[in-house]
């Protein structure tokens, strides 16, 4: 009798535990493709890819460079393994002369663009812009001590970031089309985002949205600690970040509004010439200013590679609901900071 009554507690006690987990499982926000990709987002991926791009072998990867060329056959490598279909005039790779005005060209350099292509028959022509650049300031030409500028959260973070975005969302069948690209050239003045705009390899009047990946991956701002929250620039020029937060909140993430820098770094970064064609484009970061800024202390194991991930979760959810949603990201009408913008949409889709 006390084994029979022992079997029925313990089958008692495993039925209780398989309802709660049940229980849980239909009270969930997330789909279950969003549950399969928050899951494949890892910590330990985003530190091997990083500590190789922001290594001393890749000398701060300035544009043009061998070590910029490394970066983005490296890059190309992970959209090969992860299967994304390549875009470009060269395989991954869209290729810009070098320099991209006056002399002649001397070599190329190189923005690197995979697509993970929509499921339905008309959506799929429609795209989602996940990007960051690659490139960073090279290293000093001469001096004492390190010279080499790594360029981890700046802005190796953001491109780990898509690379893992791509990873985890690959297995998943959104209704849209999702673009993960990475630019050379931003630290010169967003040269390699400006040329993308100006050639476009997919239709820009089919975009419907740009969130470009900006120092995702330390937390200690110079304001004090930052977690589990991105900050969005140009927050309120369009819905897309009310969108993006929607989203977060599902797995405990926040993109908010900086009282001060969401207006102030709107137009320093590489989706400032996607918004002035009219595409809802914005950036997110976690610290917008940090210790070792543009310095060479900004080194791989200084980042909160935890944090990322659990950000980067809260994006994948976003993306996700935007690829699927039938409803497109708009400018502001009522915000007279995003008039330009807007105009540019509407020259754009007329007719």
Known sequence: MYLVGMRRALALSLTAVFMVCYAGQRQSPLTPEQQAAVAAINEDSLRGNLSFLSSDALEGRGTPSRGLDIAAEFIASRFRAIGLEPVGDDGYF?????????????????????????????????????????????????????????????????????????????????????????????????????WYGHHPILPLAKTIANVNLEQIGRT???????????????????????????????????????????????????????????????????????PDYHQVGDSWDKIDFANEAHVLRGLAVGLLDLANSDAEPKWSPDNPRATRYLEAWQARHKG
């Open 220 to 290: 200690d701002d110079s304001e004090g600690p930052r977690k589990d929250e991105l900050s969005m620039t140009g927050f309120d020029y369009s819905d897309l970040g009310a969108t993006l937060n929607k989203s977060g909140e599902k797995v405990g993430i926040k993109v908010t509004k900086h009282p001060v820098n969401s207006d102030a770094f709107f137009f320093r970064s590489d989706k400032a010439t996607l918004a002035g064609e009219g595409v809802p484009a914005h950036t997110v970061c976690t610290a917008f200013e940090f």
């Open 94 to 194: 869209q290729t810009a002369p070098w320099p991209l005005h006056g002399d002649s060209p001397r070599t190329k350099v190189r923005n690197v663009i995979g697509v993970l292509r929509g499921g339905d028959p008309a959506l799929k022509q429609t795209y989602i812009i996940v990007t960051a650049h690659y490139d960073h300031l090279g290293m000093k030409p001469a001096g004492e001590g390190d010279r080499i500028y790594n360029g981890a959260n700046d802005d190796g973070s953001g491109v780990v970031g898509v690379i893992e975005l791509a990873k985890a969302l690959k297995a998943t069948h959104p209704r849209r089309s999702i673009v993960f690209m990475t630019y050379f050239g931003e630290e010169l003045g967003d040269l390699g985002s400006d």
